[in-house]
């Protein structure tokens, strides 16, 4: 997988990377909550669920200009664009398990 992001363009790869980035850091602070169940881990994975939805979002929006902007192939776009957007279902799974 590492190979195949070597060939992604700059833009896709930063934003592949962050999304990598986020749902490791969301899923060790969901994991972190689940086990010690304390309200402040609660809320500092709200916070970072907004940044994470907003940045993400902003990586979306980023991937789909440059889409139009320059010859990327749609499959590389396409890609970039869902692994940006994975992350917020995850999260609201994770929202949902907490909360039961």
Known sequence: MMHKLRTFS?????ALQFAGITLAVGSVIF???????TDALLGVGIVFLFCAVFINGLMFLGVLIRSFNEHIPV??????????LLN????????KILSL
């Open 31 to 37: 994991l972190s909550a689940l086990s010690w169940g």
């Open 75 to 84: 499959q590389e776009t396409i890609f970039t664009m869902y692994m940006c």
């Open 88 to 95: 917020i279902p995850i999260a609201l799974l994770f929202i």
């Open 10 to 14: 700059h833009g896709n790869s930063i």
